[in-house]
C-alpha cells in the first residue's frame, strides 16, 4: 500500500551577495535554494538492521497497521468483539511506544483497516451488528468527534487508502465494490462509485492509492482472476475495470502502486501440480496492461500482501514446511520493476505468523506483523530494506 506528504522548502528568487546591492545584510544567512544553504532534512525513516518490537494482546481477531507523519499505530479486535489500539513515535530511527492498550470501542468484527492524512487517521472497522464504521483519531489515539455508522456498507479487505492528501473508503454494497471519497473526521464527501456486479461474487475488495488519485480492485470468484480500475480524486474514471487475468486460481489478490514506476503490482497465492500453494505476481501500468507477465514469487506460500518503495515492490507472505515438521514462518521477497525476486528473510524469535501487512511510510515500506507462540515481544515493525 503506499501517500504521505512531503515537506517543501520554499526556494527563495535570489540570495544576497553582489557587493553594489543597496542594504544588503552579511548577517542575514544564507537563503533557502541557493548554492550554499544547507539541504533540507529528509524524512525520518525507521533504521535498517533490526525490527523494533512490541508487546500487544494475543487475542487478534482483526488486525491493522497505519502509516502516519511521526509513525505509527496498530490495532486489533479481539474475540469479545474490543477494539484496541497502540501507538509509536519516530525517534531517530527507533520507535517509541507513545499510547498502549488503549480501548476505542466495542462490538467490532475482524475486519480492520485504516488510512493517515499526517497524524489524523480514519480506522474502517467492521462490526458484528453489521456494517463499518468508521472512526477518526489523532496520534495520542483520542476519537475525534462521533464515529460513522455506516450500516449499508461492509469494510473492504484494504478499506481506507490515502492519496494527494485525500482518503477513500471502500467497500461492498449490496455484494457489488464501491469507493467513497472520506474527509479526515470519517464522513463521506462523495457519492458511491461501484464497479462490477454481484455475478462477479467479488471478494478480496481493495482500495489503493496511485499518484493521481486511487485504484479499487477485488478478486472475481467466478473467474479465478482479479479486477482493478482507476480513478482520479474526484473519483471520476481513468480506466474501468479491467480483468488481470493470469489463469483461473488467483486466490486472495492484493495490489500495490508503484508512484515512481506508475505500475501496479498484483500478487496471489495458487495451486501447483502436487496441490501446494505458491506466490505469484504479475505487474501492469497505469493503462492497466501487463508490462510483467506472471511469474512466481514463493513456494509453500499464502495470504500475500505488497508494498512499493522508489525502486521496486516488495512483498510478504506465510511460508509453511510442505512435511509439515517446521511452523510456519514470516518471509518476504524483493520484487524489481522487471519482475525480479530476491528473498529477504525475516527476522522472528521463533512463532508463527498471526497477522501481517506492508504499509508505506515517506517512500520506506515497513513489515508490521504479529507473532504466536514466540518469546519476547510479539509485534514487529521490520523495514523492508534494499
Same mark, same amino acid.
Not at 137 to 149: H, I, K, R, W
Not at 251 to 257: D, S
Not at 338 to 347: I, L, N, Q, W
Not at 362 to 369: A, C, E, K, N
Given at each position: ?15 544576497? *551577495? ?36 512490541? !508487546?500487544? *494482546? ?33 525517534? *531517530? ?37 453489521? #456494517? ?58 462523495? #457519492? ?31 473467474? *479465478? ?21 493470469? #489463469? ?40 492497466? !496492461? ?77 513489515? !508490521?506483523? !504479529? ?16
Amino acid at each position: 500500500m503506499w501517500r504521505l506528504g512531503i515537506l517543501l522548502l520554499a526556494t527563495a528568487c535570489g540570495r544576497y *551577495g553582489f557587493d553594489d546591492l543597496p542594504h544588503s545584510n552579511p548577517d542575514a544567512g544564507t537563503a533557502p535554494g541557493s548554492p550554499d544553504a544547507p539541504d533540507a532534512p529528509g524524512p525520518q525513516l525507521l533504521a535498517c538492521g533490526s525490527p523494533s518490537r512490541f !508487546t500487544i *494482546g494475543t487475542d487478534q481477531q482483526g488486525f491493522a497497521s497505519i502509516a502516519r507523519d511521526d509513525g505509527f499505530a496498530a490495532f486489533t479486535s479481539d474475540t469479545p468483539g474490543a477494539l484496541w489500539g497502540w501507538s509509536f513515535e519516530l525517534d *531517530g530511527g527507533t520507535l517509541v511506544e507513545s499510547a498502549d492498550d488503549v480501548q476505542l470501542g466495542s462490538g467490532v468484527s475482524a475486519q480492520l483497516g485504516g488510512a493517515a492524512v499526517g497524524d489524523q487517521m480514519v480506522l474502517a472497522s467492521g462490526l458484528t451488528a453489521g #456494517g463499518t464504521q468508521l472512526s477518526s483519531l489523532d496520534a495520542s489515539l483520542d476519537v475525534l468527534g462521533t464515529p460513522n455508522m455506516l450500516m449499508n456498507d461492509t469494510a473492504a479487505t484494504v478499506p481506507v487508502a490515502s492519496s494527494v492528501g485525500l482518503l477513500a473508503f471502500a467497500s461492498t454494497q449490496g455484494g457489488v465494490p464501491a469507493i467513497d471519497v472520506v474527509g479526515t473526521d470519517g464522513m463521506l464527501v462523495s #457519492g458511491d462509485v461501484t464497479i462490477g456486479s454481484t455475478g462477479d461474487m467479488p471478494s478480496y475488495v481493495a482500495a489503493v492509492a496511485t499518484t493521481s488519485g486511487f485504484a479499487l480492485g477485488y478478486a472475481d470468484g467466478t473467474t *479465478g482472476t482479479a479486477k482493478l480500475a482507476t480513478f482520479d480524486e474526484h473519483l471520476d474514471s481513468l480506466v474501468a475495470d479491467t480483468t488481470i487475468d493470469a #489463469g483461473s486460481d488467483m486466490r486472495l489478490p492484493w495490489f500495490a502502486y508503484s508512484p515512481s514506476q506508475n505500475e501496479f503490482l498484483v500478487v496471489w497465492h495458487q495451486k501447483d501440480v502436487t496441490n501446494d500453494d505458491d506466490v505469484w505476481g504479475m505487474i501492469v501500468d497505469q493503462t492497466l !496492461t501487463t508490462v510483467v507477465a506472471p511469474f512466481e514469487i514463493a513456494p509453500y506460500s499464502t495470504n500475500a500482501v505488497a508494498g512499493a518503495d522508489a525502486t521496486g515492490f516488495w512483498v510478504a507472505y506465510d511460508t509453511y514446511d510442505p512435511a509439515a515438521m517446521a511452523p510456519n514462518k514470516m518471509a518476504a521477497s524483493r520484487v524489481t520493476p522487471s519482475g525480479e525476486v530476491t528473498a529477504r528473510p525475516v527476522t522472528s524469535s521463533g512463532g508463527t505468523p498471526q497477522s501481517w501487512a506492508l504499509v508505506e511510510r515517506d517512500g520506506q515500506v515497513v513489515l !508490521t506483523w !504479529t507473532e504466536s507462540g514466540g518469546s519476547g515481544p510479539n509485534l514487529y515493525f521490520d523495514p523492508m530494506c534494499s
